[in-house]
C-alpha cells in the first residue's frame, strides 16, 4: 500500500491557494530558447525604479560618489544598473534595489509603487515572473545637502 503522503505531487494536487503553472514559457518554444542576461534585468529593474517620483538615486554612498565623477567625464554617462542586483534563472527573476528617496515621503508608498514598476516592466519586457523585489532605502535626500560647498551661515559674524 502506498502512502499518500509520500506521493510526488502532481499538477492536479496543488495546495489550495497555489496556482500551478502547466504554460509552456514564452522564453522555451519548439523552434528555441531565449536566455535573458543579468544585465538586462538589471538595466530595465534601474530604469524603472527611477521612473517613479520620491526616488532619488540609486546605489549606496560609494556607488554614488563613483557615480558623480563618471558624469563629469565626457561622454560618460551614468549607469542604468547602479543599486540593482539581481538573479536571473530560466523563467524566473529576484531582484534587490538600493535606493536613496527624498525627504518627506512615504517609504512604505514609494516601496510599493517601486515593487509594482520594477515588477509590471521587468514581465512585460522579458517575459520572466519576478519573484521578488527587496528594495534597501539606503538615505534620504534633504534638498540642499548636494549643493555646492558654500555655507550661508547667517549666525557668524564676520
Same mark, same amino acid.
Given at each position: 500500500?502506498?502512502?499518500?503522503?509520500?506521493?510526488?505531487?502532481?499538477?492536479?494536487?496543488?495546495?489550495?491557494?497555489?496556482?500551478?503553472? %502547466? *504554460?509552456?514559457?514564452?522564453?522555451? /518554444?519548439?523552434?528555441?530558447?531565449?536566455?535573458?542576461? &543579468?544585465?538586462?534585468?538589471?538595466?530595465?529593474?534601474?530604469?524603472? %525604479?527611477?521612473? +517613479?517620483?520620491?526616488?532619488?538615486?540609486?546605489?549606496?554612498?560609494?556607488?554614488?560618489?563613483?557615480?558623480? $565623477?563618471?558624469?563629469? $567625464?565626457?561622454?560618460? /554617462?551614468? !549607469?542604468? *544598473?547602479?543599486?540593482?542586483?539581481?538573479?536571473?534563472?530560466?523563467?524566473?527573476?529576484?531582484? &534587490?534595489?538600493?535606493?536613496?528617496?527624498?525627504?518627506?515621503?512615504?517609504?512604505? &508608498?514609494? *516601496?510599493?509603487? +517601486?515593487?509594482?514598476?520594477? $515588477? %509590471?516592466?521587468?514581465?512585460?519586457?522579458?517575459?520572466?515572473?519576478?519573484?521578488?523585489?527587496? $528594495?534597501?532605502?539606503?538615505?534620504?535626500? +534633504?534638498?540642499?545637502?548636494?549643493?555646492?560647498?558654500?555655507?550661508?551661515?547667517? !549666525?557668524?559674524?564676520?
Amino acid at each position: 500500500m502506498t502512502n499518500p503522503a509520500t506521493k510526488a505531487p502532481d499538477q492536479s494536487s496543488a495546495p489550495s491557494g497555489e496556482v500551478q503553472k %502547466t *504554460s509552456v514559457s514564452a522564453l522555451v /518554444s519548439p523552434q528555441g530558447v531565449t536566455t535573458i542576461s &543579468d544585465v538586462v534585468v538589471q538595466k530595465v529593474s534601474g530604469l524603472a %525604479t527611477r521612473e +517613479v517620483s520620491g526616488v532619488y538615486a540609486l546605489g549606496g554612498g560609494a556607488a554614488r560618489a563613483f557615480s558623480a $565623477i563618471r558624469e563629469r $567625464i565626457p561622454g560618460a /554617462s551614468a !549607469s542604468a *544598473s547602479q543599486g540593482v542586483s539581481v538573479e536571473v534563472g530560466e523563467k524566473q527573476a529576484a531582484i &534587490d534595489l538600493q535606493i536613496l528617496v527624498e525627504y518627506g515621503v512615504s517609504i512604505g &508608498d514609494l *516601496s510599493r509603487a +517601486v515593487r509594482r514598476n520594477v $515588477i %509590471t516592466a521587468v514581465e512585460q519586457m522579458t517575459g520572466l515572473e519576478v519573484v521578488e523585489v527587496n $528594495i534597501n532605502v539606503s538615505d534620504v535626500h +534633504v534638498p540642499g545637502d548636494d549643493e555646492s560647498g558654500e555655507t550661508t551661515d547667517s !549666525s557668524r559674524v564676520l
